[in-house]
């Protein structure tokens, strides 16, 4: 009789800090995976805590908390199959990521962390002790391999799982999103089916964690990269993978094919699991953002609803006497469109009132940016005390492009508690609006069709701060100002490096000196979904204090 072994994969969203939460779906999914028939159930990295915990995991307590949780979790696990879970362990005085198997009432396996992930988002060697390598475990019929997590990105953990004798790589993985990030993995994964010759599971959690979404996309190779399993991206599920013992080793049965959204939805759909995932796990259920009739806010507008529910979005068109009557117009009709609710709050009486407070101060002085500023801030105290007053988190409307040159107000429109779009730049602002008036999926909470009317997308970009103003009176035109800084940003490109590819030695040196004078205001902004390799936060740490500048 040929040999069989039913592996359950469970790709879910934990909530850090919830142990006893996150303790009690684990014994929900591995109930499933026993009414299944299964041998082993399958869960991601540091499930038990959530997914990253920084620093919180060195808190003694903390991590005692979820040792004894882990425990007491593995006394339930008795009469079905054995349970794979991600929890910290301390041993010997150090503190290790750790990946632990549950069966017979006891952890019967503890697989330990050996390539610590220090780049990008990650800080692991800050927080957590390098393990040595180690070998596979048996359940049943079966040898398994299991490097967690970036212990795959290297062959040499791999392969000596496969030289120790495993047949089969299972690798749990708390693995956050990142444009294309899906054919990145599969591709790295694939030169370790290539090197060891064995089926490989790749096991990734979902759900958004303060900026990073993990993104799930989990799937199973056999021998020669072979697809046999491709779990669907960003959707909790739990998955039934049967292998088979063959002539030439154990290989998996071929099962779900789901498809991988392209880059354009995958982004969107990381911004509204984040906010939605945010306001959870943070416990709020209702989001307030000022409306301007512009086309950020309006997207904003759409992810919040499609995050929260229309009913539970409070839209605030906040005008002045430079406010147009078609930016009036097109907030109440993105509103009207989204389903949401719109309120109107004139900040004219509260700009005089201010202007008459300093103006014994200002006497003499010329009205500039100074005044226009104080618009901005008193919209963001009036959408402050909209938030207190009602429990409603503020959402926060500036692009990477604005926050990238500090085309924002401190205190003013940067107020907020999250911003979807911190890293979208603005020219995708408009391709992902256009995307959603055309497309609806079954995860979105908004309604269908047309909810970002194309006067908004098409009109030139204004703060409406003075009159006749546009955003290209102080920046270069958007395409121009975005391919700098995807030059300056994303690819660390020097000024040469791009005169070179065309653009004007002053407009980029004007851009460089606005990106670096605007440190200060990206270190105190509100945090927001992380969709690149270089989101502001994590990714690019740069000095606030800087006198540096690039002058090849």
């Known amino acids: 009789m040929t040999n069989r072994f039913r592996l359950t994969l469970v790709q879910a969203n934990p909530t850090v800090g919830a142990i006893a939460a996150n303790a009690a779906r684990a014994l929900e999914f591995w109930a499933e995976g026993r009414a299944a028939?299964?041998?082993?159930?399958?869960?991601?990295?540091?499930?038990?805590?959530?997914?990253?915990?920084?620093?919180?995991?060195?808190?003694?307590?903390?991590?005692?908390?979820?040792?004894?949780?882990?425990?007491?979790?593995?006394?339930?696990?008795?009469?079905?199959?054995?349970?794979?879970?991600?929890?910290?362990?301390?041993q010997d005085g150090k503190?290790?990521?750790?990946?632990?198997?549950?069966?017979?009432?006891?952890?019967?396996?503890?697989?330990?962390?050996?390539?610590?992930?220090?780049?990008?988002?990650?800080?692991?060697k800050r927080v957590f002790a390098?393990?040595?390598?180690?070998?596979?475990?048996?359940?049943?019929?079966?040898?398994?391999?299991?490097?967690?997590?970036?212990?795959?990105?290297?062959?040499?953990?791999?392969?000596?799982?496969?030289?120790?004798?495993?047949?089969?790589?299972?690798?749990?993985?708390g693995s956050p999103y990142h444009?294309?990030?899906?054919?990145?993995?599969?591709?790295?994964?694939?030169?370790?089916?290539?090197?060891?010759?064995?089926?490989?599971?790749?096991?990734?959690?979902?759900?958004?964690?303060d900026d990073q979404v993990f993104d799930g996309a989990s799937f199973v190779l056999n021998p020669g990269g072979e697809l046999a399993v491709q779990m669907p991206q960003f959707d909790e599920c739990v998955t039934h993978v049967d292998f088979e013992e063959t002539a030439t080793g154990w290989r998996a049965l071929p099962g779900e094919k789901a498809l991988i959204p392209k880059v354009v939805e995958a982004d969107y759909r990381a911004m509204v699991m984040s906010v939605q995932d945010y306001f959870a796990k943070t416990g709020?259920?209702?989001?307030?953002?000022?409306?301007?009739?512009?086309?950020?806010?309006?997207?904003?507008?759409?992810?919040?609803?499609d995050a929260l529910g229309p009913e539970n979005v409070r839209c605030?068109?906040?005008?002045?006497?430079?406010?147009?009557?078609?930016?009036?117009?097109?907030a109440a009709a993105v509103a009207t469109a989204l389903g949401t609710r719109l309120d109107t709050v004139s900040i004219g009486d509260p700009q005089e009132a201010v202007g008459s407070a300093l103006g014994a101060l200002f006497e003499g002085t010329k009205p500039g940016v100074t005044e226009e500023n104080i618009q901005s801030r008193l919209r963001g105290v009036l959408l402050m005390a909209i938030s207190n007053k009602f429990g409603e988190m503020l959402l926060t409307?500036?692009?990477?492009?604005?926050?990238?040159?500090?085309?924002?107000?401190?205190?003013?429109?940067?107020?907020?508690?999250?911003?979807?779009?911190?890293?979208?730049?603005?020219?995708?602002?408009f391709e992902t609006c256009r995307w959603r008036n055309e497309n609806h999926r079954p995860w979105m909470q908004g309604p269908a069709g047309v909810v970002i009317p194309e006067r908004v997308i098409e009109k030139p970009p204004s703060a409406e701060l003075r009159d006749n103003q546009k955003d290209e009176d102080s920046l270069p035109p958007y395409p121009v100002l975005d391919a700098i800084l995807d030059g300056l940003v994303e690819r660390e490109a020097s000024v040469a490096d791009l005169v070179a590819e065309g653009f004007e030695r002053a407009t980029v040196k004007k851009v460089e000196h606005l990106l670096y004078i605007s440190e200060?205001?990206?270190?105190?902004?509100?945090?927001?979904?992380?969709?690149?390799?270089?989101?502001?936060?994590?990714?690019r740490r740069y000095p606030i204090a800087n006198r540096w500048r690039d002058d090849t």
């Open 37 to 90: 028939g299964s041998e082993m159930v399958a869960l991601t990295e540091m499930f038990l805590t959530g997914y990253q915990t920084q620093d919180l995991v060195m808190k003694p307590a903390f991590a005692a908390h979820a040792m004894k949780a882990l425990g007491e979790l593995a006394a339930k696990i008795t009469d079905g199959p054995a349970l794979g879970i991600g929890c910290p362990w301390v």
């Open 95 to 124: 503190l290790y990521n750790a990946w632990h198997v549950l069966a017979e009432g006891k952890i019967t396996v503890t697989v330990l962390k050996h390539e610590l992930p220090n780049d990008s988002v990650f800080d692991e």
């Open 130 to 173: 390098a393990a040595p390598l180690q070998g596979p475990y048996r359940i049943g019929p079966l040898r398994i391999g299991t490097p967690i997590c970036e212990d795959a990105w290297h062959a040499e953990v791999a392969e000596t799982h496969a030289e120790s004798g495993a047949q089969i790589l299972l690798v749990p993985n």
């Open 179 to 209: 444009r294309g990030k899906p054919a990145v993995r599969t591709n790295l994964m694939v030169y370790r089916v290539v090197d060891t010759g064995l089926p490989l599971v790749y096991l990734n959690m979902v759900g958004g964690q």
């Open 284 to 305: 709020f259920s209702k989001a307030v953002l000022g409306l301007s009739g512009g086309v950020d806010s309006a997207l904003v507008a759409a992810i919040a609803a």
């Open 316 to 330: 605030v068109m906040l005008p002045s006497r430079f406010t147009s009557a078609h930016s009036l117009e097109d």
């Open 397 to 429: 409307t500036g692009n990477k492009s604005e926050m990238a040159v500090g085309y924002c107000t401190i205190y003013g429109d940067m107020n907020g508690g999250y911003n979807p779009l911190k890293d979208l730049y603005k020219t995708r602002v």
């Open 520 to 539: 200060y205001k990206r270190f105190q902004a509100a945090p927001g979904t992380r969709l690149t390799k270089r989101a502001f936060w994590l990714d």
